[in-house]
């Protein structure tokens, strides 16, 4: 209890010198939860989620993880306005401001970089109460349709949750029901005496509608396309593709700018925390311990780690450019990068070498070879788990007139071909909700096309 | 102890959340403590191995190593069902990137991943090869592969029997304390007092005791003859097929009747009694006179079971090679079995070879049945032919039974 007051005592005052040192955010609610639940919140990504067995896969391990004593939540915090921080209640009083300063970092990072701010323009800025909305409309829907049709449908739509267009907006119009760039009328002789003779007649013979294809053109949004052109779904079910896609579509800024993210709340945390005249000594020497054991790069027993601790690799190249250009050219790139723009733009040879990353190629025996320096290579290794939001570019690419389903995967971008095992589970489960047949087109190991179905 | 700083009504999720109306006061319990969502999904997981467990049932107890017998229950390995989502192809080489004390060209092995693709997705959540052993218990078990494969329920012979029981029946003024029917007595009591002139309180006269009768039962008796060929020809394998079929039609029966004995005989050129743990571990070398066999078990029913009180199964398991000049007296050992017996079946077991009942043995099962008997035979080649062979005896079986009242 006391600890607890001791700690919010701060939390006005570390906000104060944050908004000295020129972070801008939305104010954040603060909360204390028991462990139990930081680690469902890790688990679900939200708070408040929709229920699916493939969550409870991920608890177990989790709990897994936790009893072998290797991962320690400390915060999670969800954008918004206001924010919501949620702090592990086990925290000590020094890991707790270091949590919200940290914390703070991210409130800062969340409004002001462009990608999260046109995220949660779409998404508006209370995902967590959005997806306890979903929750709860799931959860109606399992009781009036029952948990196995609810199933069905939660299987197909969470298995593409990665196959959204973020360049879109979250809310699209169908496509156009006809072309409008009908062909202009011959303009021949004959023709226009035609015209002459009878304007009326003229004119109505010709207006031919023409049907769109659909999909005009290669449909990356998986989600929304099933959603919207399945031609035998219930509209329940439509809603439910929808919440997923709306969560995935908060999930996406998240993901895709984790390194800068997480080192730009490293950063100021541990700045914050230099800077705070009013931490006791020694809160300010615990808090600084626990702050190297987050942005540690490599486990303390072992020489080389073969991932890179996104909090370590954010953190030194903040500090890297904060030194070299100063404060306001690294809050502009913070606005305006993402990983692929930060990573390919302000990993240089100076800092890789540095850190000593480097670039290994392991194979299928467990034998890993480290490969010769080359910061493009680097770059696009360190990348390349992130493209396309971790998944392969699958799109749809037509529907046939008997409603068959046509996905095509562009191997050309991914280098290889689709895991087949897994590719065809996930055209069973959207099998169950499209309810026609469906082709996928890949490529196999010797790089000739392919084609799955389904059934 | 979760405590919210921000008294000041901060936003909660929880009424939206738990659509409870977990409008928790300050004091409360917070909305989140009330269930967890993560063992809730774990559970719904569970319910979901399972249901899949129950559809793959035959093929997974066909094989032999999952009956653990003295524990009364089936151990199924298991992985943790994974959800799919569009993959690309481990590649022969993934490359990465580290972190660490390492020079170009520098080789180190991990062992980490030697096995399972580990590539992540956005959870985060690296869908490792986690085991995990489900225990069934063997009873539920048969009763979903009963339903399962729609075998008949048998019908047992039931004999007269000296089998007698206690049990409740009537009521009296005297009897042990024990047996005072309170509710009874009370009765009694009210009844006495609605006529004039009674006295206020219990009389011994008030009082109802239980009494207990001794009743004959029928007897649903069975004991079943396990007969297997132990001699040279008989391979190792052959006889785990032998037992894995052995062990399900234990199963089977033991649904039927209440007290089931099994009795476990093995034969070369003589026959042997054992216990069912000797039972298949012994090998013997020399041929095989499947008569001596018979013979035993026409001594042991003779000596120990009343064939018009119990019903006898006999399940005789070999690979079919007897001896010619056999032929006569295992014949008419047999038939005498088969007479009292409820059913009698023969698996052939020849792995390897599928000859399909064209033995010896196989011809004298063939001849008993022609001849009304109830006796069946099935080939067993393979642990994939378990549960035909199953399936086989007890239809059969039970169509036998129809058939001989």
Known sequence: ????????????????????????????????????FMMEIAVYGLPVRMPHWSFGVRYIYQLIQRHMGNSRLFEVVFPGNPGHAYLAASNGLAENILVTAHVLGHADFSKNNLLFRRCQEQVSERIVEHAANHARQIQQAIETYGMQRVEVVLDA????????????????????????????????AFRKRFAALDPSA????????????????????????????????????????????EESFYFYPVFATQIMNEGWASYWHARLLREASFIPQQAYVDAIKCHSDVVRPVAADQQVALNINPYHLGFSMWEKIIEKDGLDAARAIMQQDDDFGFIRNHLTRELVEELGLFRYSARND?????????????????????????????????????????LSHDSSVDGRGLDL???????????????????????????STLELTAP | MAQSIDSGGGQSVGPNASGAGAKAGAEAAKWYDLFSRGARDWLRHDEKVRESVRKHLPQIVSGGDVINDAARTVRVPVRMLEHYHFRLRRPEEQQGAGQGKAKPGDV???????????????????????????????????????????????????????????????????????????RRSFKEMVKRRGTPGATPTFIDDDLRFRQLARRRQPAIHAVVFFLLDVSGSMSDRDRKLAKTFFFWVVQGLRREYRSLETVFVGHTTEAWEFTENEFFQVSG?????????????????????????CNIYLFYASDGDNSVSDAAEARESLSSIAADACYTGYVEVSSGLSRQL???????????????????????????????????????????????G
């Not at chain 1, 006391?2 to 609610?29: C, K, M």
């Not at chain 2, 066999?293 to 029913?301: A, D, L, Y």
């Not at chain 2, 022609?370 to 069946?376: E, P, Q, S, T």
Request: hydrophobic share 35%; aromatic share 8%.
């Open chain 2, 108 to 182: 180190f092995s991990d062992p980490s991943r030697q096995r399972g693709p580990g590539e992540k997705g956005p959870g985060g959540q690296d869908e490792g090869e986690i085991q995990l052993l489900l225990e069934f218990k063997v009873d539920d078990i048969v009763d979903w592969l009963w339903e399962e494969m729609q075998l008949p329920n048998l019908k047992a012979r039931v004999g007269p029997s000296e089998e007698s029981e206690y049990i409740r029946e009537g009521y009296d003024r005297r009897g042990a304390r024990s047996r005072l029917d309170r």
């Open chain 2, 358 to 404: 064209a033995t010896e043995t196989g011809r004298l099962y063939a001849e008993l049945a022609a001849a009304g008997l109830a006796a069946g035979s099935y080939a067993l080649n393979d642990f994939d032919d378990v549960w035909g062979a199953v399936r086989h005896f007890f239809t059969a079986e039970s169509r036998a039974l129809d058939g001989t």
């Open chain 1, 202 to 245: 003229a004119a109505v013979g010709v207006e031919v509608k023409k049907r769109a294809p659909v999909p005009p053109h290669p449909e990356r949004d998986l989600l929304w396309f099933i959603a919207n052109y399945a031609p035998e779904m219930e509209s329940w079910e439509r809603d439910i593709f929808l919440a997923v896609r």
């Open chain 1, 1 to 36: 209890m006391t600890a607890e007051e001791t700690w919010q005592n701060y939390v006005q005052r570390i906000e104060d010198l944050a908004n000295r040192s020129g972070l801008s955010f939305h104010p954040v609610d603060f909360e204390a939860v028991p462990d139990s």
């Open chain 1, 421 to 447: 095992e897994r590719s065809r589970k996930v055209l069973d489960y959207v099998h169950r909700v499209w309810r026609r047949p469906i082709v996928l087109t890949t490529v196999n190991q010797a790089g």
């Open chain 2, 285 to 309: 070398t020399g041929g095989t006179v499947s008569s001596t066999g018979f013979n035993k078990v026409r001594e042991i029913i003779d000596a120990r079971y009343n064939p018009g009180r």
């Open chain 1, 366 to 406: 467990g034998q890993v070879k480290v490969l010769e320096h080359e910061l493009t290579a680097l770059h696009e290794a360190v990348l390349s788990p992130k493209y396309n939001f971790g998944a392969p570019m699958v799109s749809a690419t037509h529907v046939r007139n008997d409603g068959t389903l046509e």
């Open chain 1, 157 to 188: 739509a969470l298995s593409l949750e990665q196959h959204i267009d973020v360049d879109l907006s979250l809310r699209r119009e169908r496509y156009p029901e006809y072309l409008t760039d009908a062909k202009p009328l011959v303009d021949d």
